[in-house]
């Protein structure tokens, strides 16, 4: 009877070190290559970069959770936001057509802020801090990355 306990516990560690692996529990999926800002009259335009450290299979959707920006004077939160594909780089690979995130491959993804009125934008300090998620096939809500970097202003086109 202890032998079948000690092979039972020896299988229970086993499989929760294979699991926690590819969850990203002991680093990151993806490495956030850079996060830069555009600014418009009416939107900011955050660009994220991202590069997988591991492939990523049978992917439906990618976004951010618990976003925090920090404008000079305000700091403003959402539970939730939407990325959006961006194929302007060669080694851009289109999501809808691989569903997965390959490896060593550069994901440039992209989200609008268009709620500006009050916002001190005479200054490229700004922070942004984020998880990065994938919904899979199998599984939603899979935290992959971390974004908490100074955003550099790319360009300012107001």
């Known amino acids: 009877m202890r032998k079948i306990v000690i092979i039972l516990i020896i299988a229970l560690v086993a499989s929760l070190s294979v699991a926690s692996v590819s969850a990203g529990w002991f ?19 955050f660009t994220i970069v991202l590069v997988p450290t591991t ?9 951010l959770k618990n976003v925090e920006i920090k404008y000079p004077d305000q700091t403003y939160k959402w539970d939730t936001v939407n990325l959006a594909y961006h ?15 390959l490896k060593d491959y550069q994901y440039e993804l992209f989200f609008k802020y268009t709620n500006i009125g009050n916002i001190n934008r005479n200054t490229d300090s700004y922070h942004i801090k984020a998880d990065v998620v994938v919904d899979t096939t199998t599984q939603d809500g899979v935290v992959v990355g971390h974004i908490d970097t100074d955003t550099k202003l790319l360009r300012n086109r107001m």
Do not use: M, R, T
Not at 55 to 63: A, E, G, L, S, T
């Open 27 to 45: 680093g990151d999926d993806v490495n956030v290559k850079e996060v830069g800002l555009e600014q418009f009259p009416q939107f900011d335009k």
């Open 55 to 63: 492939d990523i299979d049978h992917v439906n959707d990618v976004y």
């Open 87 to 101: 194929n302007s780089d060669a080694d851009n690979i289109v999501l809808d057509q691989a569903n997965s995130l």
